[in-house]
């Protein structure tokens, strides 16, 4: 049986937006789908049962994270990522090329892989496409990513053009070094920055080499979101219709609504968590940040429309008060709430596909969420 094998359900009639159903080893993944993102092994301040309980169905890992620490041979002794975190449903690891941009110091690419010192204590590392499988394959993740580039933005053409033809080159290598295709799926990395000839050559390379799923990277880097929609107008339509796709990086309420308006079926992003933790939340009336002085002596619930433990437990104020006190219970439950907000925004994402309404959807939830011509 195949690692990653996707099933379509129905393309909604409005939109064209699609329904589908993602199978793993670990469980099937109904899409479109938002996946929380746990970079260290743990999806900050949850446990799996929490995550379970929002119907997190697939959460993400951090290959480079877990290599620096605590090593991936110490995972693989304890029989893999899923055993190390107790969790049972699928899992997406990167391949670490992003972190390394964004988080290494002193860094050198070249053709073999990429040479870094270690953001926690300067050591030498190195991560090439050989490497990012070995550590994968290490974690045992259900879904792997190639080892690629993601240009910055803005950035000049011939470098774009360079770095596409160097991680085509890159998921070549990661093809032949992976070494149980047939338990863990590998999905390749389309770049091309904004120029719609490069991403069609990066497609076209990707394509070729078929692999299980498809990714789309170098968005969600900067550029202004009209600009990152019109680059999914074109390149999503290059990418086979009977795999899965995933938009790496997204995951505001409305890219989210965008990105699965134009056929992507797989999101990922910090944002949701990361916010929490400084009081920052997203409800039906939009962003509110609770630990902002007018809710000390607000008592309602965060959000009127949700039914999340925290918005069915606990007021604006005692989240205002947790959070301006720092105690850890605030961040968790703003984390609850921020992950099943988003939970329930991806099914009534599938409910308005099925209905054949998500354009309709996509204005409601604008107009509530006070996102006119964002
Ligand atoms: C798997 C690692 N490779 C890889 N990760 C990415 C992660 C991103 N995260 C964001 N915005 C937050 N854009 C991204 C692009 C890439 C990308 O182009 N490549
Ligand atoms: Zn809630």
Known sequence: MAAITYEHIKTCKQSGARLGRVHTPHGIIETPTFMPVG???????????????????????NTYHLFLRPGHEIVRQAGG??????WDRPILTD???????????MRKI?????????????????LSPEVAMEVQNALGSDIMMAFDECPPYPAEYEYVKKSLER??????????????????????????GMHEDLRRQSAADLTSMDFPGYA??????????????????????????NKPRYLMGVGSPDALIEGSIR?????????????ARNGTTMTSQGRLVVRNAKFATDFGPLDPECDCYTCRNYSRAYLRHLIKADETFGLRLTTIHNLHFLQNLMRNVRKAIMEDR?????????????LHDN
Not at 81 to 86: A, D, P, Q
Not at 229 to 238: A, E
Request: charged fraction near 25%; charge should be negative.
């Open 167 to 192: 991680t085509s080159r890159w998921a070549e290598r990661c093809l032949e070094s992976h070494a149980r295709p047939h338990d863990q799926g590998l999905f390749a990395i389309v770049q091309g």
């Open 263 to 275: 056929g992507v079926d797989m999101f990922d992003c910090v944002l949701p968590t990361r916010i």
């Open 110 to 126: 070249t053709e073999e892989g990429v040479h870094f010192r270690s953001h926690l204590n300067g050591d030498k590392k190195f």
């Open 39 to 61: 970079t260290q092994a743990t999806v900050k301040t949850m446990s799996p049962e929490e995550l379970k309980e929002m119907d997190a169905q697939i959460i993400l890992s």
């Open 216 to 241: 789309i990277g170098g968005l969600s880097v900067g550029e202004p979101k009209h600009l990152m929609y019109g680059v999914l107008d074109y390149t999503v339509p290059l990418l086979p219709s």
């Open 95 to 105: 391949s670490g090329g992003f972190q390394v941009f964004s988080l290494s110091e």
């Open 358 to 370: 998500l354009l309709d959807f996509r204005d409601e939830f604008f107009d509530q969420y006070g």
């Open 81 to 86: 990522l899923h055993k190390f975190m107790n």
